[in-house]
Nanobody, 125 residues
Framework: QVQVVESGGGSVQAGGSLTLSCVVS???????IGWFRQAPNNEREGVAA????????YYADSVKGRFTISQDSAKITVYLQMNSLKPEDTAMYSC???????????????????WGQGTQVTVSS
């Protein structure tokens, strides 16, 4: 059974930085790993995605230039480096995994098979 575990959330002031980590057990080549977030009373939205087998990185327009998704050399951990955080970035951030390469569908939550419990990010003004 694949397990997804996030960590690294916390509280920061606007302009600050946080790095989230996502560990996917039974990691294998060619998985699409996505970061999503959901604020109260909002729908879950895709933030960024990466294919563990390499390829295009995907970002939501709202985070381009501020967030960076990456993976470690062992392809076990996926990171989301978040800089220049804004109060509107406050949300529960979740990591999700599915088989194959990411593609233009990466924001579609229904395409992901495995989800973590999430980690809270709070940005104060």
């Amino acid at each position: 059974q694949v397990q997804v575990v996030e960590s690294g959330g916390g509280s920061v002031q606007a302009g600050g930085s946080l790095t989230l980590s996502c560990v996917v057990s039974q990691f294998s080549a060619n998985r699409c790993i996505g970061w999503f977030r959901q604020a109260p009373n909002n729908e879950r939205e895709g933030v960024a995605a990466i294919s563990t087998g390499g390829g295009i990185l995907y970002y939501a327009d709202s985070v381009k230039g501020r967030f960076t998704i990456s993976q470690d050399s062992a392809k076990i951990t996926v990171y989301l480096q978040m800089n220049s955080l804004k109060p509107e970035d406050t949300a529960m951030y979740s990591c999700a995994a599915t088989y194959g390469y990411c593609d233009t569908w990466w924001k579609n939550t229904g395409r992901y098979n495995y989800w973590g419990q999430g980690t809270q990010v709070t940005v104060s003004s």
